[in-house]
């Protein structure tokens, strides 16, 4: 990790050819992702390990420490990602903001809240903040009736 006002986190993948997809293992996280081209799958692998970092943020979680120099484990190619974020990078809003974009009232969003069905986050401002977690929001108005 290097310091800086924004982070930079390194981590390493695996991509191997699996049929017709591009398939990306993570050394140093749990899952995997896929893409119809080496592209497509490099840009997935790019989004999850940004997707993962961000969450153990959000938790608080004390960030994965990262592997280097792993051999492949599928017959692949190792590829190295800098992943540049921080707390302060997680797309967020505030719960007023929430409750506009869904056409709802700030006390349903809070109970959406407290429910599991929206995630949320403290991050350093002026007031210190809780933001709603967009890309969680963005779930919920695509699985509404």
């Given at each position: ?15 191997f ?14 899952g ?5 081209s ?14 993962e ?5 959000m ?54 809240i ?5 995630e ?26």
């Open positions: 990790m290097i310091k800086g006002t924004e982070m930079l986190y390194l981590y390493e993948v695996e991509i050819k699996d049929g017709d997809f591009y398939i990306a293992v993570p050394f140093d996280f749990g995997a992702t896929e893409g119809f080496k592209m497509e799958c490099l840009e997935m692998a790019s989004d999850l390990l940004t997707t970092i961000q969450d153990q943020l938790h608080g979680k004390e960030l994965t420490e990262p592997t280097v120099d792993n051999e492949p484990q599928y017959g692949g190619k190792i590829y190295s990602f800098v992943i540049d974020t921080s707390l302060s990078s997680i797309p967020r809003m505030l719960k007023a903001e929430a409750a506009r974009e869904l056409g709802i009232s700030q006390g349903r969003v809070s109970q959406l407290r429910a599991g069905k929206l949320t986050f403290l991050y350093q401002d002026k007031a210190m903040r809780k933001g709603v977690y967009t890309k969680g929001l963005v779930m919920r108005l695509l699985t509404q009736p």
